[in-house]
Nanobody
Framework: QVLFVESGGGLVQPGGSLRLSCAASGFAFSRSTMSWYRQAPGKEREFVANIISTGGDTNYADSVKGRFTISRDNSKNMVYLQMNSLKPEDTAVYYC???????WGQGTQVTVSS
């Protein structure tokens, strides 16, 4: 059973930081690209960032480039998203996923507000 458990979300002021974590299980994590997506209220889910299996290459949406950093720990089956200089438009539910599987986790809510 493929499972993603996201955590680390919360309420933060504009300009603040959060670190999201995702625990993955049920598939060959160390051989899989991992991605973060987000869905804001009333909007479609959108790509945020991904990282290849070795961690040697990453990609980011233009809206988060330079502010967010994706990383992974294959020894723990974990993927992370460090989010700095947060803006109100970053408010969304954040999800992790591997492109090779259709399952989604429950997500973690990030709210950026003063």
């Amino acid at each position: 059973q493929v499972l993603f458990v996201e955590s680390g979300g919360g309420l933060v002021q504009p300009g603040g930081s959060l670190r999201l974590s995702c625990a993955a299980s049920g598939f060959a994590f160390s051989r899989s690209t991992m991605s973060w997506y987000r869905q804001a209220p009333g909007k479609e889910r959108e790509f945020v960032a991904n990282i290849i299996s070795t961690g040697g290459d990453t990609n980011y949406a233009d809206s988060v480039k330079g502010r967010f950093t994706i990383s992974r720990d294959n020894s723990k089956n974990m993927v992370y998203l460090q989010m700095n200089s947060l803006k109100p438009e970053d408010t969304a539910v954040y999800y992790c996923k591997t492109p090779s599987r259709s399952e989604w986790g429950q997500g973690t809510q990030v709210t950026v507000s003063s």
